[in-house]
C-alpha cells in the first residue's frame, strides 16, 4: 500500500506560479514512477508530469516549458512548480503512484491515487 498526502493547490491569478508537493509513504526508489495528473471540469484526466525509475522525467506538451518535475529522493516527496498558468490550468491535480510487483512471469500492476488538490485560475 502507498499512501500520497499531497499539499499545496489554491487560486492563483493567471500568469503566475504555485507548487504543488506530494508525501509519498514509500521509498521513491521503490516506486516504477511517480507524477502527477489533472482532470479539468467536464474532461477527463490526463498526465501533467512524471518522474519514471531511473530518473527520466516526462512532461506533457501543453505544460512543457512552464511546469517542472522534481523528486527528494531523501524525503521521499514530489514537487510540482507551476509557473505561467492559464485558465485551463484549473483542474484537480492528483499525484499518482505505479507499481509493478510479482515474479517476473507474473507481474501485476497497481496504481495509487491521492486526494487531489484543486487548482483555480480565473480567466
Known amino acids: 500500500q502507498v499512501q500520497l498526502a499531497e499539499s499545496g493547490g489554491g487560486l492563483v491569478q493567471p500568469g503566475g506560479s504555485l507548487r504543488l508537493s506530494c508525501a509519498v509513504s514509500?521509498?521513491?526508489?521503490?516506486?516504477?514512477?511517480i507524477g502527477w495528473y489533472r482532470q479539468a471540469p467536464g474532461k477527463g484526466r490526463e498526465l501533467v508530469a512524471s518522474i519514471i525509475k531511473g530518473g527520466s522525467t516526462n512532461i506533457a506538451d501543453s505544460v512543457k516549458g512552464r511546469f517542472t518535475i522534481s523528486g527528494d529522493y531523501a524525503k521521499n516527496t514530489v514537487d510540482l512548480q507551476m509557473n505561467g498558468l492559464k485558465d485551463e490550468g484549473t483542474a484537480v491535480y492528483y499525484c499518482?503512484?505505479?507499481?509493478?510487483?510479482?515474479?517476473?512471469?507474473?507481474?501485476?500492476?497497481?496504481?495509487?491515487w491521492g486526494q487531489g488538490p484543486p487548482v483555480t485560475v480565473p480567466s
Open positions: 514509500r521509498s521513491l526508489w521503490r516506486l516504477n514512477s
Open positions: 499518482t503512484a505505479y507499481v509493478e510487483f510479482g515474479p517476473v512471469d507474473r507481474v501485476e500492476t497497481k496504481t495509487y
